[in-house]
């Protein structure tokens, strides 16, 4: 499970409120780069990297590598021609001779950059298709102006020319074929990566390249079959593979070293076993050999297995994500997208977390939750600060500031989890938003404002620690409940007990106690800022006219309106208007604590007793609907603002310094490579899929 973003509210905030430690490293990193479309890049620092062992800076050396190497697999799991488009385009983009100022040209560029962003033609956050504002002759005319010898993929030619035929007409009847007229141009054709509307097979209406040729129900059949109901540790069935109908029989295409994706899986394997003997312990060897065996096999146990070796692998100072991990792109979410993340800890802000997880039975016990729902021993949550090093996959561009695995409920239970939170990627978000004039278009009060400034920062770190190490790996189903049971709502209902776990405790007398907050009025700024997000600003994400589909912005809408609506009677919450401009007042934080406690309580209920039922009606009834007058509203506020409402990060460069022999002496780390020449450089070196993998 992954925090996408801070809230939007956060991450503008911050103007004037850096701590001074943070202030003390404020130097001239260019934290800002390039801006488009709804997307602003960001760069993150790799703090202290210099300060690490040659052993160490060589292990991420190879690690950083393997980040990378992934990187077509998320293409082909996002959409079966992605990886077709990205070639054509990126050989216009390489080869074009026509005006590089031309408005279609412009537009293709920008469709092009928008399509690098999500790792594909949908939306990363939204999941709509790009719509191109360049013509589909002008697309011909591009692609054919490309000399032949240059249609060329893993080194051989995929397109060549016939004697007697105008290589133009031969590269539209490539474009046909491959169906890339229809796939671009026509809005109806896979419309949505990831289609999560209700009432529809969302199987087939889902463009993400999870299942070939079989229904919703027939995928929800087939995996209900394998279950054993009374197994204690089932394996995530489906997890990595795609489901397919071949001769009218359903079956699943694996993806291993010998199976789909096997090109991608080897050359990530060669990778991993050149990190081996770097690694920093035998118990940290064992997880990236046990990890080596499950891209072989692909065997679920194998994969538990190495979870567990992994959750339990917590002194290494440098760790890792590898693998297809998150299901958030499945609207059945039962198919992992590959990522990657390579880090190492922040030790100073690893107190603040190990103070949280060392109290985490205290936590359980004293919660809102009935105690029937409760862990009555919560196990090993390792909860740590992290530097990144390097993004990969599903964590690229776009990435999570906080991270809690693995995902297996029994895994999680019965050997605890591992939760971190990435705290140079949280300071890049906060530095480049100064002075983005967000607070003062949307916040009620100068008073709020002064507050948010003084404490949001704080509070807003604590809540990501307090969902990720505390509220994921809280509660506990009823024996007998499948995990599975809340189906396309459970990604929901779980964000929103982690959200809601944060919430409550954020303003418990606990945290100052522990001294994670200043003082007794710290925890208001992250209420204020919860409720302004999850009732107004995060709708700035959203074209008009949609709904919401994204599972943590429903999350946040369910449990900004459930207490907006459930606090009516007393005034708790108000939505203010002034001139004309809607604001958030809350009237009684105190009270407002009691709402999120009392609906953490009910969702703890919904997930422990895989109440369908409940959990459709909660996420129906206050996550997925929008006032369409107050979303245009918010749009046109935002947008006089002219800031992006998405954000990325461009990753550095690590170059490797040599001996005679080969051996690697140190590692340097750089930050200047382009948005577009990372992008085009990744497609060439890490290149490693076919253009069609069925
Ligand atoms: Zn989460």
Request: aromatic share 12%; charged share 25%; proline share 3%.
């Amino acid at each position: 499970m992954k925090t996408i973003y801070r809230m939007m509210a956060m991450t503008t905030l911050m103007a004037a409120s850096l701590t001074s430690a943070k202030a003390q490293t404020d130097h001239a990193f260019p934290y800002s780069d390039e801006r488009f479309a709804d997307l602003q890049m960001l760069r993150y620092e790799v703090k202290d990297f210099d300060k690490l062992t040659l052993r160490q800076k060589t292990f991420i050396f190879y690690l950083q590598e393997a980040a990378q190497l992934g990187r077509d697999i998320l293409y082909d799991q996002n959409g079966k021609y992605n990886l077709r488009i990205r070639k054509a385009f990126e050989l216009i983009y390489e080869h074009y001779a026509g005006d590089r100022t031309d408005s279609q040209y412009l537009a293709f560029e920008e469709y092009l950059k928008r399509m690098w962003f999500s790792n594909g033609i949908h939306h990363h956050y939204g999941c709509e298709k790009f719509v191109p504002a360049f013509t589909r002759e002008w697309l011909l005319d591009a692609l054919a102006s490309v000399p032949s010898k240059h249609f060329t993929h893993l080194g051989q030619p995929f397109l060549t020319e016939t004697a007697g035929t105008p290589w133009r007409q031969t590269v539209d009847g490539w474009l046909a074929d491959n169906n890339l007229y229809e796939v671009i141009f026509n809005p109806d054709v896979l419309a949505k990566r990831v289609n999560l509307a209700s009432g529809q097979d969302l199987v087939l209406t889902s463009a993400s390249n999870y299942y070939d040729g079989v229904t919703q129900q027939e995928a929800e059949d087939f995996y209900m079959a394998m279950k054993d109901p009374s197994d204690p540790h089932p394996v995530m069935y489906g997890m990595n593979s795609r489901l397919v109908k071949r001769d009218g029989k359903i079956q699943e295409l694996r993806w291993t070293t010998d199976g789909l994706y096997g090109a991608a899986l080897r050359r990530i394997v060669e990778k991993l076993e050149q990190a081996l003997p770097y690694a920093d312990d035998k118990e940290q060897q064992a997880v990236i050999e046990k990890l080596i065996e499950f891209y072989r096999t692909g065997d679920l146990h194998t994969f538990d297995d190495y979870t567990i070796l992994w959750a339990g692998n917590t002194e290494p100072l440098v760790d890792f994500v590898n693998g297809f991990t998150e299901c958030y792109g499945d609207p059945l979410g039962l198919k992992c997208s590959w990522e990657s993340i390579v880090n190492f800890k922040d030790l100073e802000a690893t107190k603040r977390t190990e103070t949280l997880s060392r109290n985490a039975q205290w936590f359980e016990d004293n919660s809102p939750v009935d105690n029937r729902f409760k862990k009555s021993e919560v196990k090993g949550i390792s909860a740590k600060v992290i530097t990144a090093a390097m993004l990969g996959g599903d964590l690229y561009p776009s990435t999570a500031i906080g991270i809690n695995l693995p995902n297996s409920d029994w895994v999680r239970k019965e050997h605890g989890s591992k939760s971190v939170t990435i705290g140079n990627l949280t300071e890049a978000y906060n530095m480049a938003a100064k002075g983005s004039g967000f607070g003062k278009e949307f916040v009620i009060s100068q008073e709020m404002r002064d507050l948010i400034d003084k404490y949001g920062d704080v509070t807003d770190d604590l809540h990501t620690d307090l969902h990720e190490c505390l509220g994921h790996g809280s509660g506990r189903l009823l024996d007998g409940v499948d995990s599975d049971s809340l189906k396309a709502y459970g990604s929901t209902i779980e964000e929103a007990r982690a959200d809601l776990f944060g919430l409550y405790y954020v303003a418990d007398p606990k945290m100052q106690e522990l001294g994670l907050v200043p003082d007794a009025e710290a925890y208001k700024a992250q209420y204020y800022t919860y409720m302004q997000n999850g009732l107004l600003t995060q709708l700035v994400r959203i074209q008009l006219g949609n709904d919401i589909e994204e599972a943590h912005m429903r999350n946040r809408a369910l449990i900004a309106h459930w207490c907006y609506e459930q606090g009516k009677a007393d005034n708790v919450v108000e939505l203010v208007r002034r001139d004309g401009k809607t604001y958030v007042q809350v009237n009684d934080f105190a009270k407002l604590r009691t709402l999120f406690g009392r609906l953490l309580a009910e969702i703890q209920r919904v997930k422990s007793e895989g109440d369908y039922a409940g959990a459709q009606a909660l996420v129906e009834t206050y996550g997925v609907k929008i006032d369409p007058e107050l979303h245009r509203e918010i749009l046109d506020r935002y947008t006089k603002l002219n800031l992006a409402p998405y954000k990325g990060f461009i990753n550095p460069v690590y170059t490797a310094q040599r001996d005679a022999d080969g051996n690697i002496t140190d590692v340097v780390v750089t930050y200047g490579e382009s948005y577009a020449g990372q992008m085009m450089r990744y497609s060439r070196e890490n290149a490693t899929l076919p253009l069609v993998n069925e």
